[in-house]
Structures are given as structure tokens and as C-alpha cells.
């Protein structure tokens, strides 16, 4: 079974910030790593799968990288919808466990 | 339109028994796989389930043996059958459509509340 470890766990920070979140997979994934944004009281939504790959509709400031164990989200300018928590999940091997989660809060 | 509602939580007693269901709409649960994540309150995602387009399964260690996944084509639904409820599976309960190229879930539906407490 492969461990998700996600940091920060939170991270206070301003609009037009670049922020910057990572991933760490107990074992080689390959690219098989998707990330997700949860606003509060609201399903999941895909951002970013296969690490790199920016999901329909979802706004180029937010970019993937990474392969293998170790993987990366970033945002290049941070804007005031993207307060939220975000989750790393790999969909390599079953069960396709997810990272405990970050949550983006206003500094 | 892709949508996905969740139906059938409810508050149980620790023991008891609830069938979880999502009805799929604008795609067919035939030939996509389908998964199950829960959310406690307060807490991260977990998930639970997923069933493959071509009928097989696999679930997280804390639900096997006591929850099964499942699909009716003819209704397009998924459902998730939850037996031997304990207090710690108290949580939002979504559905979600999996594509099969890289296993992401690219859609959600809104989720379902279950609560188990005596």
C-alpha cells in the first residue's frame, strides 16, 4: 500500500503569492499523481492528473511536476478563489490513497 | 451534461447496515470505472472503493470485508453497500467518475451525509 505525505499541512500566505506544495509517494508511482482542490462545503475538483496535466478549465497559474516519489503543486500568483485545501492522490496502484491535505488560509 | 447524485445516507446504529447509491447521468457507469472517498468531519479524504469498467474491484483495508461496491447498468447507477457500520465511519460520502487512462476522478458528485451513532 503506498503512503501519501503531503507538506505543508497549512500555509498562511496573500493574494499574488506563489505558493508551492508537495507531495511525497512511499514508493515509485511513476507519473500516475493527481491533484485536487476542496473548497468548504463542496465535492473535490480536479486540477491537475498524470502530475503534469492541467484538467479542462483549470486556470494556467497552476502547474504540476515531478515523478517517481516526489512531485510538486504550484500556484504562480496566488488569487482569492484559491483559498482552499488541496489533496495529492495517486492512482498507480490500488488502494489509490490520498495526502492528508493542505489548506491555503489568508495571512 | 456529466452529473452525479448521491442518495440513501441517513443516521444508523453502530452494527447496522445502509446502502449508499449514485445515479450517474450524461455517461455510462458501463464503460468508466467509478469510485467511492469519504470525508469524516473535519477531516482529509479518504478513499474508499473503486469498481473497473470490467467488473473488478478493490477497497481501502479499513471498509474490506464490510462494504462492496457495485453498479446496475440498466439504471446507470453505482452503489455501495455498507455493513458492520461502526461509529468511525461517520462522514460525507461522495461518488466519483474515474477516467481509465490515468485514474484520476474527474468528476464528483455532491456528496452524501452518513452518520453512525447510538
Known amino acids: 500500500e503506498t503512503q501519501m505525505t503531503q507538506s505543508p499541512s497549512s500555509l498562511s500566505v496573500s493574494v499574488g503569492d506563489r505558493v508551492t506544495i508537495t507531495c511525497r509517494a512511499s514508493?515509485?508511482?511513476?507519473?500516475?499523481l493527481n491533484w485536487y482542490q476542496q473548497k468548504p462545503g463542496k465535492a473535490p475538483k480536479l486540477l491537475i492528473y498524470a502530475a503534469s496535466s492541467l484538467h479542462t478549465g483549470v486556470p494556467s497559474r497552476f502547474s504540476g511536476s515531478g515523478s517517481g516519489t516526489d512531485f510538486t503543486l504550484a500556484i504562480s500568483s496566488l488569487q482569492p478563489e484559491d483559498f482552499a485545501s488541496y489533496y495529492c492522490q495517486q492512482s498507480y496502484r490500488a488502494p489509490y490513497s490520498f495526502g492528508q491535505g493542505t489548506k491555503l488560509e489568508i495571512k | 451534461e456529466v452529473q452525479l447524485v448521491e442518495s440513501g445516507g441517513g443516521l444508523i446504529q453502530p452494527g447496522g447496515s445502509l446502502t449508499l447509491s449514485c445515479a450517474a447521468s450524461?455517461?455510462?457507469?458501463?464503460?468508466?470505472?467509478m469510485s467511492w472517498v469519504r470525508q469524516a468531519p473535519g477531516r482529509g479524504l479518504e478513499w474508499l472503493s473503486v469498481?473497473?469498467?470490467?467488473?473488478?474491484?478493490h477497497y481501502a483495508d479499513s471498509v474490506r470485508g464490510r462494504f462492496t461496491i457495485s453498479r446496475d447498468i440498466s439504471n446507470n447507477t453505482l452503489s455501495l453497500q455498507m455493513n458492520n457500520l461502526r461509529v468511525d465511519d461517520t462522514a460525507l460520502y461522495y461518488c466519483?467518475?474515474?477516467?481509465?487512462?490515468?485514474?484520476?476522478?474527474?468528476?464528483w458528485g455532491q456528496g452524501v451525509l452518513v452518520i453512525v451513532s447510538s
Open positions: 514508493q515509485s508511482i511513476s507519473n500516475y
Open positions: 469498481i473497473y469498467s470490467a467488473g473488478g474491484t
Open positions: 466519483a467518475r474515474d477516467r481509465a487512462n490515468w485514474g484520476m476522478s474527474d468528476f
Open positions: 450524461g455517461f455510462s457507469v458501463r464503460n468508466t470505472y
